[in-house]
Antibody, heavy 119, light 111 residues
Framework: QVQLVESGGGVVQPGRSLRLSCVAS????????MHWVRQAPGKGLEWVAV????????NYADSVKGRFTISRDNSKNTLYLQLNGLRAEDTAVYYC????????????WGQGTLVTVSS | DIVMTQTPLSLSVTPGQPASISCKSS???????????LYWYLQKPGQSPQVLIY???SRFSGVPDRFSGSGSGTDFTLKISRVEAEDVGVYYC????????FGPGTKVEIK
């Protein structure tokens, strides 16, 4: 079955960096686009970034553009999100999610990893 | 940027009764390919979101038929014909025509 397992969250000071990982299994990772979506504590969902199946195309939310970088290693079935210049407002649970082939939504989500930005 | 709004933001429903959630987008979600890129997700307490409806009215695999979606252009509705206890959580609409944006969510609880 499809599984997505995020890791790499933690407590980090403002301005510092963090790299999140999402290990995928149960499907052909190299054939699917992948997303990151976040959720601040007690708040709603915010789409963060998307990467095409082969890494050839990426898009970001305006709130993270220039600070976050999405990437993938298809040989390791792993999706990444590099978070630089972290701000208090980046505090959230970060979910990775699989794009549905040929459609503009996500079907499977991981359990999320919490990033807390605090001094 | 496309802004998504939802009403109501909270809903208390008696089991067995229907429920309805409205979602509006600031721009039409009808694409030139003929598809309308509007989706519905449910986030149950303590869980990751799960997709219920895609492209306005198609139920995702495994979703009970008490859930239905309708609408067009900028106005959409999710209906639950008979609410069950397991339907509690926060319902989000999402657009996917220009990047992705979620609505603020509608919290559904059982009376």
């Amino acid at each position: 079955q499809v599984q997505l397992v995020e890791s790499g969250g933690g407590v980090v000071q403002p301005g510092r960096s963090l790299r999140l990982s999402c290990v995928a299994s149960g499907f052909t990772f190299s054939s699917e686009g992948m997303h990151w979506v976040r959720q601040a504590p007690g708040k709603g969902l915010e789409w963060v970034a998307v990467i095409w199946y082969d890494g050839s195309n990426k898009n970001y939310a305006d709130s993270v553009k220039g600070r976050f970088t999405i990437s993938r290693d298809n040989s390791k079935n792993t999706l990444y999100l590099q978070l630089n210049g972290l701000r208090a407002e980046d505090t959230a649970v970060y979910y990775c999610a699989r794009a549905v082939a040929g459609a503009n939504f996500f079907d499977y989500w991981g359990q999320g990893t919490l990033v807390t930005v605090s001094s | 940027d496309i802004v998504m709004t939802q009403t109501p933001l909270s809903l208390s429903v008696t089991p067995g009764q229907p429920a309805s959630i409205s979602c509006k987008s600031s721009q039409s979600l009808l694409h030139s390919d003929g598809k309308t890129y509007l989706y519905w997700y449910l986030q149950k307490p303590g869980q990751s979101p799960q997709v219920l409806i895609y492209e306005v009215s198609s139920r995702f695999s495994g979703v009970p038929d008490r859930f239905s979606g309708s609408g067009s252009g900028t106005d959409f509705t999710l209906k639950i014909s008979r609410v069950e206890a397991e339907d509690v959580g926060v319902y989000y609409c999402m657009q996917g025509i220009h990047l992705w944006t979620f609505g603020p969510g509608t919290k559904v609880e059982i009376k």
